[in-house]
């Protein structure tokens, strides 16, 4: 059983670089989030997605941007690479919005912008 | 806005002690309350969840009942492994599609 599938697993990028974090999902859940996770600070919400052709701002956007073509991909592009993106981010998807429902996280992306 | 709160980290416990690991939240309406845990190098998985008041979630031996009235939703197992050892985290959500997380307890398990 897939789930939610990330790539890379692990990546270094130079200050200025750009680059797309992978994000696939099997379970045709309509419904996947980015998060980055800093240390000692929990998770934030980067973006999310409703449905195909709809994504929405997060806590913290800013130096992302998102698309959803299809059900099953999320990816996430940093444009320009700062010293302050460097943090896991994990890609999760759920099935509906109600409230209980289960949402399923991917393995995680260590990202390092030196 | 919605918030949740837990104790800091690390916990340290000797195996088959018991385990509490406190939350604590803030909502205006009646949330859904989750545990996930992270095990080293791993993504997030659902430990246990209480969608509505007085409800016990349960799952591999850890419980945590949903008490309205001190809005809180407190992880507890009777005797813990040194395989339980990982991050925990309690989150809520409230009827939109987002879920708050809580920054996260480390806990360790010494042999």
């Known amino acids: 059983n897939a789930g939610v599938t990330q790539t890379p697993k692990f990546r270094i990028l130079k200050i200025g670089q750009s680059m797309t974090l992978q994000c696939a999902q099997d379970m045709n859940h309509n419904y996947m989030y980015w998060y980055r996770q800093d240390p000692g600070m929990g998770l934030k919400l980067i973006y999310y997605?409703?449905?195909?052709?709809?994504?929405d701002k997060g806590e913290v956007p800013n130096g992302y941007n998102v698309s959803r073509s299809t059900t099953e991909d999320f990816p996430l592009r940093l444009e320009l690479a700062a010293p302050s993106q460097t943090s896991v981010y994990f890609c999760?998807?759920?099935?509906?919005?109600?409230?209980?429902?289960?949402?399923?996280f991917g393995e995680g992306s260590w990202l390092t912008v030196v | 806005g919605d918030s949740v709160t837990q104790m800091e980290g690390p916990v340290t416990l000797s195996e088959e002690a018991f385990l509490t690991i406190n939350c604590t939240y803030t909502?205006?309406?009646?949330?859904?309350l989750f545990w996930y845990v992270q095990y080293p190098g791993e993504g997030l998985q659902l430990l246990l969840k209480?969608?509505?008041?007085?409800d016990k979630g349960s799952n591999k031996g850890f419980e945590a009942t949903y008490r309205k009235e001190t809005t809180s939703f407190h992880l507890e197992k009777g005797s813990v492994q040194v395989s339980d050892s990982a991050v925990y985290f309690c989150a809520l959500s409230e009827g939109d599609d987002k879920i708050i997380f809580g920054k996260g307890t480390r806990l360790h398990i010494l042999p």
């Open positions: 909502a205006t309406g009646y949330p859904s």
């Open positions: 209480a969608t509505k008041a007085d």
């Open positions: 999760a998807s759920s099935y509906q919005a109600r409230a209980g429902n289960t949402i399923y």
């Open positions: 997605s409703v449905g195909a052709g709809i994504t």
